[in-house]
């Protein structure tokens, strides 16, 4: 079992959602990523997904877009982002998640990057620009080296496809939540509940719901009809203002004690 | 003859092209490769595509013997593949018909387009109007504001166009802007992409809208000099003017075919659009594909006089031909391609795109080392009234220098 199935085995043991909280690594400069991870590991986070910046974040909305171009204005890329984890590997123990489009990883070689984010305790790995179709250019390699690769569904996949992507994976399924990129909603289309408890039928592993999700009662009714969220923006925005205590109650607020 | 039957069912051309797109297109391009495959066999799409080129567009394009250039170069004899002929001034116009009759049938009445220099937007929302479609055009900033007079044409046309202020504000980040509003808008709307790039049905799509002004060369040329030409002149910004010129030769392997890339300002400077000659394989928009990339795999901006050129990445089919070696790709300076410009103008008459202008540089060179007997074509892609006024002020700037 890796950490990440440990880690959801662990939150349904415990009647837990899981908190998926996003940041883009090198925003702020590279020196607080560590800082960061251990803040959001100490508010509760059940993994957290770490961003690499790119040129051309297609599946990005302004606020991650405006995150990469200040990440790159600190010269911050894949190579260094890998040096830091590995350097400050053991602080944290929550899994985490690579958030990155395929061209850096090719740019890096492929079969390097899945053996050096191993050696830095990376456990998985989401590639927003590589559908199922195109994945063998580097599913194989991160198997072999243990890391696991996250897939996605989205409002517009249709059942069978996704019955077909859950089963490729070990993790979790990402579900878009939203027809569009990542960025705050003020309010989800109708119908989304129903999408995710078809997503959690038609899955043989967790189901996470993110895309969109901007404040705590977002975060609980999405988590309600899955296993969990991940909020990519909102936090991202908060660490940006230093609200510390904005995130606190945002990351524990799928805790049982909030969650009445 | 060679057999050449890519994009494979996947759409790949060896190790390039693909679908690299996030999982929300999946749908819409397998959709649209299922709806324009049907097209194709459809005796009726084609005979209205087919109808609108010739009656709208006005093909046949002439293909000119030019015959004062033929005598200045002192080589071969110089063709010249007349796009510039074409409505709205180049060849972006014969995929824009084909894409938008095709979203007609698939019931999308909207259309999104990404521009760089002005000419597929002013072509895309010339089709919208003529099939009474809503347009809307993402342009970067950079370029809305080089190139002013193309926008008040998509306006006056009825399309709405955006200005993209995101990433370097230029034809990447329209692309991106395009890609993110389609990712949200494919329910009703089709992204009529205008270079054979993008994900998979596109790069294939595009070249076979765009094969007409190879298919037509290629007959015209056999009833006038009773032969295939020696060798075949594209520039190539996304590669789709040169693949629908090359696409028809491919198998004649005595053909030579050569890709011109903008070297702007040489390709040792970092300021070139050169992505065959100095890029790297890498996936952007879609596809994997040349790019012009650091070494982190950040894209990089592009450079040429030409905003038709000024694209960091370049088609899949065109990285997997470098890569066979069935194509031949050089690049051409803005300086060379600006005296291409006036040369063409005063020894023929014809005032080319500064995008076309690279092409008859390079060609020029070509035919000097080729025999009287033998032939040459140059694919003229578009005209240059849209260029005088930069070229005006080059000219001028260089004489108070
Ligand atoms: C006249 C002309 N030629 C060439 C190009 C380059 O595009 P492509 O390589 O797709 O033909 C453009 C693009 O705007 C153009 O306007």
Redesign the interface.
């Given at each position: 079992m890796n950490r990440i199935q440990e880690t959801f085995k662990q939150l349904k043991e415990n009647g837990q959602k899981a908190f998926v909280p996003y940041i883009m690594a090198g925003d702020g400069g590279l020196g607080c990523l560590a800082d960061r991870l251990l803040t959001l590991e100490k508010f509760g986070a059940s993994l957290i997904e770490v961003g690499i910046p790119?040129?051309?974040?297609?599946?990005d909305?302004?606020v991650i877009?405006q995150a990469g171009?200040r990440a790159?204005a600190n010269s911050v890329?894949?190579?260094d982002v890998i040096v830091e984890l590995k350097r400050t590997k053991g602080n944290i123990s929550v899994p985490i998640l690579f958030m990155t489009?395929?061209?850096?990883?090719?740019?890096?070689g492929v079969e390097r990057f899945a053996e050096d984010i191993r050696e830095a305790g990376i456990d998985g790995c989401i590639i927003?620009?590589?559908?199922v179709?195109?994945e063998d250019i580097i599913a194989p390699l991160l198997e072999k080296a243990n890391v696991e690769l996250i897939?996605?569904?989205?409002?517009?996949?249709?059942p069978e496809?996704i019955e077909m992507?859950s089963q490729k994976g070990n993790g979790f399924l990402y579900t878009?939540t939203v027809?569009?990129?990542t960025g705050t909603r003020k309010e989800y289309q109708s119908g989304i509940g129903e999408f995710l408890e078809e997503v959690k039928r038609l899955s043989a592993i967790p189901v996470l719901a993110g895309f969109g999700v901007s404040n705590e009662e977002q975060a609980r009714e999405l988590a309600s009809f899955c296993d969990g969220v991940v909020v990519g923006s909102r936090i991202v925005e908060l660490f940006i203002k230093n609200d510390l205590q904005g995130i606190e109650k945002l990351v524990s607020s799928l805790h049982k004690e909030t969650m009445i | 003859m060679i057999d050449y039957a890519l994009p494979n069912e996947r759409g790949h051309f060896g190790m390039f092209g693909g679908r690299y797109v996030p999982e929300t297109l999946m749908q819409p391009v397998l959709e649209l490769e299922i709806e324009y495959e049907k097209a194709k066999k459809d005796p009726e799409f084609q005979a209205e595509v087919k109808r609108l080129l010739e009656e709208y567009v006005g093909r046949d394009t002439p293909l000119f013997f030019a015959e004062n250039l033929t005598k200045h170069s002192g080589g071969a004899k110089i063709y010249l593949k007349r796009e510039d002929l074409n409505h709205t001034g180049a060849h972006k116009i014969n995929n824009a018909i084909g894409q938008a009759l095709l979203a007609v049938r698939m019931g999308k009445r909207k259309i999104v387009a990404e521009t760089g220099a002005g000419q597929h937007g002013v072509a895309t929302a010339t089709v919208c109007a003529l099939l009474k479609l809503d347009c809307i055009v993402f342009m970067g900033e950079e370029d809305v504001k080089r190139q002013a007079l193309n926008v008040f044409r998509m306006e006056l046309l009825g399309a709405k166009v955006v200005s993209v202020k995101s990433g370097s504000a230029t034809l990447k980040d329209a692309v991106n802007e395009a890609l993110r509003y389609w990712v949200a808008n494919a329910d009703d709307t089709h992204y009529l992409l205008g270079s054979v790039m993008g994900p998979h049905p596109f790069p294939m799509m595009v070249r076979d809208f765009q094969s007409v002004i190879g298919n037509e060369t290629r007959e015209q040329i056999l009833e006038r000099e009773g032969k295939l030409p020696e060798a075949v002149v594209a520039c190539i910004g996304g590669g789709s003017n040169s693949m629908g010129m090359f696409y028809p030769f491919i198998g004649d392997t005595d053909v030579k075919l050569y890709g011109v890339e903008a070297a702007g300002r040489g390709i040792d400077t970092p300021y070139h659009a050169a992505s065959l000659t100095k890029g790297r394989p890498g996936v952007v928009h879609g596809s994997l594909m040349y790019l012009l990339q650091n070494e982190d795999g950040q894209i990089q901006e592009a450079h040429s006089v030409s905003a038709g050129l000024d694209y960091p990445g370049v088609g899949p089919e065109h990285s997997y031909l470098k890569d066979a070696g069935r194509v031949i790709y050089d690049s051409i300076t803005d300086e060379q391609a600006l005296s291409a410009f006036q040369l063409l103008a005063q020894l023929e008459g014809i005032i080319p795109a500064l995008e076309s202008a690279h092409a008859v540089a390079f060609a020029l060179e070509q035919a000097a080392k080729m025999k009287e007997t033998e032939t040459l074509i140059i694919c003229l892609s578009g005209r240059g009234d849209k260029d005088v006024d930069t070229v005006r002020s080059i000219i001028k700037r260089g004489e108070s220098q």
């Open positions: 790119f040129s051309d974040p297609v599946a909305g302004p877009q171009i790159l890329s894949l190579r489009y395929l061209n850096p990883i090719l740019s890096y927003p620009d590589l559908p179709e195109e897939r996605l569904v989205t409002l517009a996949t249709p496809r992507i878009v027809k569009g990129i | -």
